[in-house]
Structure formats: C-alpha cells, structure tokens
C-alpha cells in the first residue's frame, strides 16, 4: 500500500516495515541538494583567497538550486521523497557553516557569531543521525542506516528555523558583497548580526521545545 507519514507516540520512534520505505533516491531536487553540498567548498576557497566577486557569483549559483529545488518538490509530487527533506537542510548547513568559517576567517564575521551557530549545526545533524538510527528498520545494518533509498524519516522544520536559515543566508550576502561595495564597516551589517544571533538562538529553542513534532515517522501500512 502507500506510505503514510504518522509522527511517533508514546515518546519514542518507533520501527518501520522496511518492504514500504524502499524509494529513489535519484530525483532532480536531491541532484540540486548535492550540487549544493559540491559548491560549498569552492565558495571556502574563493573567499579564503579574497575572489569576493567570484564568491558572490558562486554564491547566487547555490541560491538559485536552493529555490529551485525546493519549488520542484512542491509541484512534482514523483520528485517529493523523505530523503530530500533531510538533504536539503543538510546541504544548507553545510554550505552555511562552510561559508561562516570561511568569512569569519576574512575578518567579515564575528567568531562568537559563526561558533554559535556552528554549535547549532552540529546539534542537530547528531539529532538526525540519532533519528534515523531509531527508526531504521531492523536488522539495523551500516549498508542499511547509510543507503538512501531506506526512508525512514520525514523532517518538518519550524518556522522559526526557517526564518533562520533566510537570515543567514541573508548575512553571508550581505557579508560577501561588503569588501566588493565598501561597506564592511557598516553599523547595518552589525546590526545583522545581532539579528542573525537572535533567530539562532530562536531556532535552537524551538527545535528543543518542538522537537517530536518536526520528526514524521514513516510507517507502512
């Protein structure tokens, strides 16, 4: 039968079949996410080697499958899959917090600012790691937790996390374009900043008092 999406009880992830979780990986929206992942360490290099305008470039490329990718699973239901929904934040955190270290290594982000939310980050991909362990069908095997036609999950970001990761992204713009137009000192971008750090925080918390509500388990009918 159909999957159905049902979000765990009793405080715990339950188990799936694992005949009803089988699903292709290869759609164009999961090609676009890891198109994404595969920019993230160019758009390091360029802005470690101070190619501010390159960078900018290579950054609006990322943007742009970020928009379409996402727009191709809300219309293509056949291009829709849970494996997306978990790849398309991670590909964003990995291009965040790549781009975050890098700029903070240029001297265009504060270093608390990039820490936190590196921390953040990290958080929560050890808390999609621990998901999908509990909800991987059993024998649990290493080819099985890591071969992505097994969908177990589907993630639900909350909204606050969504204003988030726009915000960030609207920062590393902003920070990237600062050496190229001159305005690297400007009591705009710090105010960003402090902004940036507030739907951080934000996040953070929401995914901490959300938490089971942002996890759907797929279970087989």
């Given at each position: 039968g159909e999957d159905a999406a049902a979000e765990a009880r009793g405080g715990r992830w339950g188990q799936a079949s694992a005949t009803?979780?089988?699903e292709n990986p290869w759609?164009?929206?999961n090609m676009?996410?890891?198109t994404r992942i595969g920019?993230?360490?160019v758009l390091g290099y360029l802005i470690i080697e101070e190619d501010f305008n390159i960078a900018l470039g290579v950054f609006a490329l990322a943007g742009l499958t970020d928009l379409l990718d996402g727009f191709i699973a809300r219309n293509w239901a056949n291009q829709k899959s849970a494996l997306g929904s978990a790849l398309d934040p991670l590909a964003d955190k990995i291009l965040i917090s790549i781009l975050y270290i890098s700029l903070t290594y240029a001297d265009l982000i504060p270093v608390p600012l990039t820490y936190m939310i590196i921390s953040r980050d990290v958080m929560l991909i050890a808390a999609v790691f621990y998901v999908?362990?509990?909800t991987l069908p059993t024998p649990r095997t290493l080819s099985k937790y890591f071969n992505p036609c097994y969908a177990t999950a589907r993630l639900k970001p909350t909204f606050i996390s969504k204003v988030n990761t726009?915000?960030?992204l609207i920062?590393?713009?902003a920070s990237l374009a600062a050496p190229v137009f001159n305005y690297a000192d400007s009591i705009y971008l710090q105010i960003l900043w402090c902004?940036?750090?507030f739907t951080t925080a934000a996040s953070a918390y929401s995914y901490y008092h959300y938490g089971r509500k942002t996890v759907q388990v797929i279970k087989g009918r």
């Amino acid at each position: 039968g159909e999957d159905a999406a049902a979000e765990a009880r009793g405080g715990r992830w339950g188990q799936a079949s694992a005949t009803s979780l089988y699903e292709n990986p290869w759609t164009i929206p999961n090609m676009l996410s890891m198109t994404r992942i595969g920019l993230a360490p160019v758009l390091g290099y360029l802005i470690i080697e101070e190619d501010f305008n390159i960078a900018l470039g290579v950054f609006a490329l990322a943007g742009l499958t970020d928009l379409l990718d996402g727009f191709i699973a809300r219309n293509w239901a056949n291009q829709k899959s849970a494996l997306g929904s978990a790849l398309d934040p991670l590909a964003d955190k990995i291009l965040i917090s790549i781009l975050y270290i890098s700029l903070t290594y240029a001297d265009l982000i504060p270093v608390p600012l990039t820490y936190m939310i590196i921390s953040r980050d990290v958080m929560l991909i050890a808390a999609v790691f621990y998901v999908r362990y509990r909800t991987l069908p059993t024998p649990r095997t290493l080819s099985k937790y890591f071969n992505p036609c097994y969908a177990t999950a589907r993630l639900k970001p909350t909204f606050i996390s969504k204003v988030n990761t726009a915000v960030q992204l609207i920062l590393v713009a902003a920070s990237l374009a600062a050496p190229v137009f001159n305005y690297a000192d400007s009591i705009y971008l710090q105010i960003l900043w402090c902004f940036t750090a507030f739907t951080t925080a934000a996040s953070a918390y929401s995914y901490y008092h959300y938490g089971r509500k942002t996890v759907q388990v797929i279970k087989g009918r």
